[in-house]
């Protein structure tokens, strides 16, 4: 049996022997998947079903940078930020050892201007999120806390790809796992902090007046670790919290509802359990905040379900209930997902970017319509492929992180 397969077969045995999912992708390594050209790739249309290496469907490839152009070992998440100056567009990919940017304005000539380095160690986890032209920048590094990087400074580099420094940080958190941000209220919400601090690893609240200067502001773990979330100002169908700051966190065994509007009084709202837990992951409202689609990152491994998506009807935040599943062709783990007017854009590991239609989510009819595949090799339940996606460029370039292959932008053909 190859190396690989070893690993592989490791870590499925520990997941099942009900490890922790950190404690599982601890023991992985990232290996370059050999199909891939490590080569930075131009763009290449999906024709026959295949874009160059890449199974595709609808989606073709604008480009991409491996892994090793960025210097480093894995890459994890990926967010965007559009320059309201300039009008140009940039990529903010999370590394193993820090943060890579890159400027993707022009399609034919993609710049990677430079890495801004972990602030303490190397992790397999980071996470990007963006306010006022700022970045803040978590890791499971030790003592890691906020790194704050001011994003006008991609305006102007020279001698491309540079070794920024940061502009800010906040050290009150040691790691954390996500970076959360309601731009609506300008606060940051980082969590899947050490589970021993002040709120039992759940959330901490940042005021970001000061975009470079983060305060603390309170925090809430009654739940206890919180994984990912999202936090909205909510409009949505329930009138009773209209205006309200809503967040819905991600608990490993459970969803968590809690009115945080008041940070000096967080209001849990509900609980929401489902079947088959495996560990509750990450979600997202829909655009009307009716339901919230949620992904469980190892119900594939432990259950032997297809890639499975939940959704929750919202229409009563004090009880909100499972409205459907969805079960996606194959039986790849699904990993961060985004919802973008009736599409949402599913990061699915080794099956790539899928694309679903949720324009009849509440007759509970999802379906298909597109994906691209950068890991090329297989659609197995394992740690490798896609991490995430971004899709909210008015351009319609979809960026996309590869834990093994880098980084990918694509874009819906024609």
């Not at 045995?13 to 790739?41: A, F, G, K, Y």
């Not at 991609?154 to 420094?165: D, K």
């Not at 967040?247 to 079947?275: C, H, I, R, W």
């Amino acid at each position: 049996m190859s190396h690989m397969k070893l690993l592989r077969l490791f870590s499925l045995l520990l997941v099942i022997s009900s490890c922790s999912v950190n404690e599982v992708l601890d023991d992985l390594e990232v290996i370059e998947n050999p199909e891939i050209p490590e080569v930075t790739m131009n763009a290449m249309p999906c024709e026959n079903g295949m874009a160059g290496d890449f199974p595709c469907s609808g989606y073709d490839l604008v480009g991409r940078i491996s892994i090793r152009t960025f210097q480093a070992q894995s890459g994890n998440d990926i967010w965007g930020w559009t320059d309201t100056t300039t009008g140009k567009e940039y990529a903010l990919m999370g590394l193993d050892n820090g943060t890579a940017f890159i400027d993707v304005s022009d399609s034919e000539n993609l710049v990677y201007l430079g890495k801004l380095p972990t602030a303490t160690s190397s992790s397999s986890w980071r996470d990007i999120k963006v306010y006022q032209d700022h970045a803040y920048i978590v890791a499971e590094a030790n003592n890691h806390g906020v790194q704050v990087f001011d994003l006008t400074r991609l305006r102007n580099v020279a001698n491309a790809p540079q070794t920024f420094s940061e502009d800010g940080r906040y050290t009150a958190i040691g790691n954390a796992h996500n970076i959360v941000i309601n731009e609506d209220s300008g606060f940051a919400y980082p969590v899947g902090t050490d589970r021993n601090d002040v709120f039992n690893g759940g959330v901490h609240f940042l005021d970001l007046q000061n975009p470079k200067v983060p305060l603390a502001a309170g925090g809430w773990g009654e739940n206890g670790y919180t994984h990912d979330a999202q936090v909205v100002t909510y409009t949505g169908p329930d009138a009773d919290y209209a205006g309200a700051e809503i967040f819905v966190g991600a608990n490993e065994d459970q969803v968590v509802v809690v009115d945080v509007s008041n940070k000096d009084d967080p209001m849990e709202l509900a609980t929401l359990p489902y079947p088959n837990i495996g560990y509750t992951h990450q979600g997202w409202f829909t655009e009307d905040q009716r339901y919230f689609i949620l992904g469980d990152e190892l119900d594939e491994v432990n259950s032997g379900f297809r890639s499975r998506t939940l959704v929750f009807d919202m229409i009563d935040l004090d009880n909100p209930v499972l409205h459907d599943t969805y079960l996606g062709p194959t039986s790849a783990i699904d990993h961060n997902g985004y919802v973008l007017g009736n599409e949402f854009f599913l990061a699915n590991y080794t099956a790539g970017v899928r694309v679903l239609d949720i324009s009849q989510i509440e007759g509970k009819n999802i379906s298909e319509i597109g994906f691209f595949d950068t890991y090329p090799s297989d659609d197995n339940t394992q740690f490798d492929g896609v991490w995430s996606v971004y899709p909210y460029f008015e351009s319609g370039k979809i960026l996309v992180s590869d834990i093994n292959g880098g980084f990918f932008i694509i874009k819906k053909s024609n």
